[in-house]
């Protein structure tokens, strides 16, 4: 296997998505903790291009980008798979990572970093977006099916950063009301052990998330 390092962040959820694809397929590794308010210069050199966590460092090679480095722990290490064998299910798999990624979690961004009028229309961009991520999960117990998979680790970020985006930002979006199905698999999704281990505090993440969204306002209202 050879030497294993991760430049990560215990709250990021971006960082603890790839933790629990390490954890899930039973690699050992070791996990190096980045301020992200004061970037080392450990991150700088392996990441020169986004300066951005997570880094994958395997003997000495930095791999960047969550989904990037899900997908190389997939091909490394085959034990415990985490995305589908049958290449058509794996490419459904890759377009609806890019969909949660690209167009759920960004509207969701825009609204907790906006308000107002601005943050009313982040609002019905998101509603979209997860109505069909909603409709996507209908009938399934995990986006694989009965098992955590790739899908679930990709939008990890919907249980229990949404809710806690939600607390920050007086825009709550994820109920059994609005979508029954979403909300379903996230209650499945944390019951699970190794899921568990690894989640921050939710006080730790209102408090950081609390600051974050107040400096961002701060910033935007001094352009």
């Not at 709250?11 to 954890?23: D, G, N, P």
């Not at 029954?180 to 939710?202: G, H, M, N, Q, T």
Request: proline share 5%; charged share 30%.
């Amino acid at each position: 296997m050879g030497e294993l390092k991760l430049i990560g962040n215990s709250i990021s959820f971006f960082s603890i998505r790839v933790e629990w694809a390490l954890k899930f397929k039973g690699i050992e590794y070791e996990f190096i903790e980045e301020d992200l308010t004061n970037k080392s210069p450990l991150l700088l050199k392996y990441n020169p291009v986004h300066k951005k966590i997570p880094v994958l460092l395997h003997n000495g090679k930095p791999i960047a980008e969550s989904l990037v480095i899900l997908e190389y722990i997939e091909e490394t290490w085959k034990v415990n798979p985490l995305l589908p064998e049958d290449p058509y299910e794996k490419a459904k798999a890759r377009f609806w990572a890019k969909f949660i990624d690209e167009k759920c979690f960004s509207s969701v961004r825009s609204i907790f970093i906006s308000q107002g009028e601005e943050q009313e229309k982040a609002v019905e961009s998101a509603l979209e977006t997860l109505k069909i991520l909603d409709e996507e999960i209908k009938g399934k117990k995990f986006f694989g099916g009965e098992s955590i998979g790739y899908l679930d680790l990709v939008a990890s970020w919907i249980s229990p950063w949404l809710p806690v985006f939600g607390e920050c930002s007086g825009v709550n979006l994820l109920s059994a009301e609005r979508f029954p199905y979403l909300y379903a698999w996230s209650e499945d999704f944390i019951k699970v052990d190794a899921i568990k281990e690894k989640l921050p505090p939710r006080e730790q993440l209102v408090a950081r998330y609390s600051a974050r969204r107040k400096s961002l306002l701060a910033v935007a209202e001094n352009k």
